[in-house]
Structures are given as structure tokens and as C-alpha cells.
């Protein structure tokens, strides 16, 4: 006696409504919703990790850049960035052309969906950190804009 998975087949692809370029896990695993599963036996409702898409999954892939150390990531050790060693330099200018002539180098390697537009870096002496504003447009999503902004300092870069 055959078993038919209609659900796995090409037929099935044409009721899909999902509307979206890019998607990424959420960073922080949240929860979203109940599901039914109707294709299991299991009548009980399934919870479903959150899923952010599109420009969002975008601005997790630049955060997870910006917090993964070269080395961090074993298959690939060269990934991400690390400006806390920019933290034990004198503020000033030139140190912050360092810092966004860095976050260009890698983000123009590690995520070529985006285009950075700018990078904006202020240099707070009193706290010794830096305030880093990113203008960013995502070709494949009609050039759409966005701003993604942290600081840097002693504890990492926190959005």
C-alpha cells in the first residue's frame, strides 16, 4: 500500500504565500506561535522558533559579524570582526578610520547582500567608546535603506 506525501510535492509549492527574499533565525531563539501539524498523526500543537526575513535577517547577519571574533567560528576563521582591540588606542580620528575602514573591508566580504552607504563613528573619550552608525541599502530588496547603530566599547558592540 502506497503512501502519498502530496505535501512534499511540486503541487503543494503553488499555495505557498510566503513573500520574502531573505530569512534567518532570530538571534536570540525566541518562540513564536503554536502550530497544528497537520501532516503528523500528533494532533498537539508545535511551537515554532521565530523567524525574522528580508531586511531583518539581513541586520542579524551584520550583528553576527560584528559579535564573532576571528577565530571564534572553527570552519571559517577569519570571519567577523574585532574592534575591542581599537578600544586600547587613543580616540581620535585616525583610529576611527581604522575602525570603519575594517567594518567596510568585512562587510563587503562577509555580506554581499548589503551596500554600505556610510559609516558614521564617534569617539566618546569620557567613556572611552565609540558610537557607530551604519547606512546600509539592500540592492535585492529595492535598494531598501536602514540605519543599524551601536556602541563599542569595553563589553563588545551592543546595538
Not at 541586520?59 to 570552519?75: A, D, E, H, V
Not at 558614521?120 to 573619550?125: L, S
Request: without cysteine; proline residues 4%; charged residues 25%.
Amino acid at each position: 500500500m502506497p503512501i502519498n506525501l502530496d505535501f512534499l510535492s511540486d503541487e503543494s509549492k503553488k499555495y505557498k504565500t510566503d513573500t520574502f527574499t531573505y530569512s534567518d533565525l532570530h538571534l536570540d531563539f525566541r518562540l513564536r506561535s503554536k502550530l497544528n501539524n497537520a501532516y503528523v498523526s500528533d494532533t498537539g500543537t508545535k511551537e515554532e522558533v521565530q523567524v525574522d526575513y528580508d531586511l531583518e535577517a539581513v541586520k542579524n547577519s551584520i550583528r553576527n559579524i560584528f559579535n564573532t571574533k576571528p577565530g571564534q567560528k572553527i570552519l571559517n576563521p577569519a570571519f567577523g570582526l574585532d574592534l575591542s582591540r581599537f578600544l586600547f588606542q587613543p580616540i581620535s580620528k585616525e583610529t576611527a578610520r581604522q575602525i570603519g575602514s575594517e567594518i567596510m573591508d568585512q562587510l563587503s566580504f562577509y555580506e554581499p547582500r548589503v551596500t554600505v552607504r556610510k559609516v558614521d563613528i564617534v569617539g566618546r573619550e569620557q567613556q572611552n567608546e565609540y558610537f557607530i552608525t551604519l547606512v546600509i541599502a539592500v540592492p535585492e530588496l529595492n535598494n531598501l535603506n536602514a540605519n543599524i547603530s551601536g556602541t563599542l566599547n569595553e563589553t563588545g558592540f551592543t546595538y
